[in-house]
């Protein structure tokens, strides 16, 4: 009913730049907030930025002046600017929104919805 789908991972050179970008699809009425998280082999998933609908941002400590998050509300999409990148960033990383959906029977419900992910690896 509603999904996201990623794009923009792949392989970097350290101190390279990614731009990663989810766009939310489906019976969407409009979405809180939106975030990017990650999770490295044998790591759990972490929070890596989180931006509300009106653009409150939120980054872990260890990107902080590194990575970027914003939104196009009007397009339901978010993307993270990763620059600087270093090989401890490589992970598979994640979108994710909690998103207003209209179900078939008209009803309207919040559902958190994740992405499938989308690898980003950075060679030393």
């Known amino acids: 009913q509603v999904q996201l789908v990623e794009s923009g991972g792949g392989l970097v050179q350290a101190g390279g730049s990614l731009r990663l970008s989810c766009a939310a699809s489906g019976n969407i009425v409009g979405i809180e907030t939106m975030g990017w998280y990650r999770q490295a082999p044998g790591n759990q998933r972490e929070l890596v930025a989180s931006i509300t609908r009106l653009g409150t941002t939120n980054y872990k400590d260890s990107v902080k002046g590194r990575f970027t998050i914003s939104r196009d509300n009007a397009k339901n999409t978010v993307y993270l600017q990763m620059n600087s990148l270093k090989p401890e960033d490589t992970a598979v990383y994640y979108c994710?929104?909690?998103?207003?959906?209209?179900?078939?029977?008209?009803?309207?419900?919040?559902?958190?919805?994740w992405g499938q992910g989308t690898l980003v690896t950075v060679s030393s």
């Open positions: 994710n929104a909690d998103i207003w959906r209209r179900s078939a029977s008209g009803t309207i419900g919040l559902l958190n919805t």
